[in-house]
């Protein structure tokens, strides 16, 4: 018996990393259980395991499963009610966004932010493609730095491109295991392709028709990186899934309006439109975005988001 972590899964394929730094391709055991969320994938990247090796040496057989610290979900497909588990035992989430080319929705943002919150994963924003950016979408990102700043989420400007800001970004992934996320064509891959040059990671063109990614990355992978840590590349996520949260609690997972939400009258305020409510007031004045709040917003009215 061996234990090591999940660095890959397609279909129900495991690509375990054991202790003594040697890979085995692994399948399941077929009785094999996993407590808690309903998901498609019993097992994930990041999941850590024993394994039994079979005869071969090099194949085996995932025997159990450890217990997670957290793990990040996502929608199965779009309207599903399925969730998948992208990847277990987080330090970090990494969210990759870009002003154009392709242009990142803020709502796509603040679910990811969202997600990370609900795990208690601390998330950090990566602006990518500075190069790319004229006097317009530089103002468009100070602007959205100093909101998600004041949220109180560290914001990296980064061109890729032309290799700034890299540095600062290796030394806050150090030893850490750290999720990439982002929509598609951002420059994930490319990234780690920066971090580590041996790994040759398959990147994608932007087309000019479409100004988006083409999902290139299709499976989440675990990468070693060589100053210490790993990260985890994953496919430009469309949908993300909010499982477990309650109504009332969705707002704790925004920080600046969970600070605020204090002084309402009503402790089981929504910040809707309940008389005294100090998240309302702070929106008015805008010590609030209104930009956060509309993603509030939107998130406490998608039916989509599945409640406990
Ligand atoms: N101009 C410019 N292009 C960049 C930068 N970073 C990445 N790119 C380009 O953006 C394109 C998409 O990069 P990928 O790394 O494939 O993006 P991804 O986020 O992995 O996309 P998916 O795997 O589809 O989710 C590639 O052509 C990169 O060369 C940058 O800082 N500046
Ligand atoms: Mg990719
Ligand atoms: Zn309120």
Same mark, same amino acid.
């Given at each position: 018996?061996?234990?090591?972590?999940?660095?890959?899964?397609?279909?129900?394929?495991?690509?375990?990393?054991?202790?003594?730094?040697?890979?085995?391709?692994?399948?399941?055991?077929?009785?094999?259980?996993?407590?808690?969320?309903?998901?498609?994938?019993?097992?994930?990247?990041?999941?850590?395991?024993?394994?039994?090796? %079979?005869?071969?040496? *090099? @194949? =085996?057989? !995932?025997?159990?499963?450890?217990?997670?610290?957290?793990? $990040?979900?996502?929608?199965?497909?779009?309207?599903?009610?399925?969730?998948?588990?992208?990847?277990?035992?987080?330090?970090?989430?990494?969210?990759?966004?870009?002003?154009?080319?392709?242009?990142?929705?803020?709502?796509?943002?603040?679910?990811?932010?969202?997600?990370?919150?609900?795990?208690?994963?601390?998330?950090?924003?990566?602006?990518?493609?500075?190069?790319?950016?004229?006097?317009?979408?530089?103002?468009?990102?100070?602007?959205?730095?100093?909101?998600?700043?004041?949220?109180?989420?560290?914001?990296?400007?980064?061109?890729?491109?032309?290799?700034?800001?890299?540095?600062?970004?290796?030394?806050?992934?150090?030893?850490?295991?750290?999720?990439?996320?982002?929509?598609?064509?951002?420059?994930?891959?490319?990234?780690?392709?920066?971090?580590?040059? %041996?790994?040759?990671? *398959? @990147? =994608?063109? !932007?087309?000019?028709?479409?100004?988006?990614?083409?999902? $290139?990355?299709?499976?989440?992978?675990?990468?070693?990186?060589?100053?210490?840590?790993?990260?985890?590349?994953?496919?430009?996520?469309?949908?993300?899934?909010?499982?477990?949260?309650?109504?009332?609690?969705?707002?704790?997972?925004?920080?600046?309006?969970?600070?605020?939400?204090?002084?309402?009258?009503?402790?089981?305020?929504?910040?809707?439109?309940?008389?005294?409510?100090?998240?309302?007031?702070?929106?008015?004045?805008?010590?609030?975005?209104?930009?956060?709040?509309?993603?509030?917003?939107?998130?406490?009215?998608?039916?989509?988001?599945?409640?406990?």
């Amino acid at each position: 018996m061996e234990t090591g972590v999940v660095i890959k899964s397609v279909g129900s394929r495991y690509r375990v990393l054991l202790g003594n730094g040697e890979t085995i391709e692994c399948t399941l055991r077929g009785k094999l259980r996993i407590k808690g969320v309903e998901t498609t994938n019993p097992v994930a990247v990041g999941d850590n395991v024993t394994a039994e090796r %079979e005869s071969d040496g *090099k @194949t =085996g057989i !995932i025997t159990e499963v450890l217990e997670r610290r957290n793990y $990040i979900l996502r929608r199965a497909s779009n309207l599903s009610k399925q969730f998948q588990i992208i990847a277990a035992n987080l330090d970090q989430v990494l969210v990759m966004v870009t002003i154009i080319l392709p242009a990142t929705p803020v709502e796509f943002l603040d679910r990811l932010l969202v997600t990370a919150e609900a795990y208690r994963i601390p998330a950090r924003i990566l602006f990518n493609k500075t190069d790319l950016y004229g006097e317009e979408e530089t103002k468009r990102m100070e602007y959205l730095i100093s909101v998600y700043s004041r949220a109180g989420y560290p914001c990296h400007r980064l061109s890729l491109e032309k290799g700034d800001g890299i540095e600062d970004l290796r030394n806050s992934m150090k030893d850490m295991v750290s999720l990439i996320s982002g929509n598609s064509g951002v420059g994930k891959s490319t990234l780690l392709n920066i971090l580590n040059p %041996e790994l040759r990671l *398959k @990147t =994608g063109k !932007i087309s000019d028709y479409h100004k988006q990614g083409k999902h $290139i990355t299709t499976f989440p992978e675990m990468h070693r990186l060589p100053f210490g840590g790993y990260a985890v590349d994953t496919p430009g996520i469309r949908g993300f899934g909010l499982a477990d949260m309650e109504k009332n609690e969705i707002y704790h997972f925004f920080p600046e309006i969970f600070r605020v939400s204090k002084e309402c009258k009503f402790y089981n305020c929504l910040h809707l439109d309940e008389p005294g409510c100090a998240v309302r007031k702070s929106v008015e004045t805008g010590e609030i975005d209104f930009l956060r709040y509309k993603s509030y917003f939107s998130i406490l009215n998608d039916e989509n988001t599945k409640y406990r």
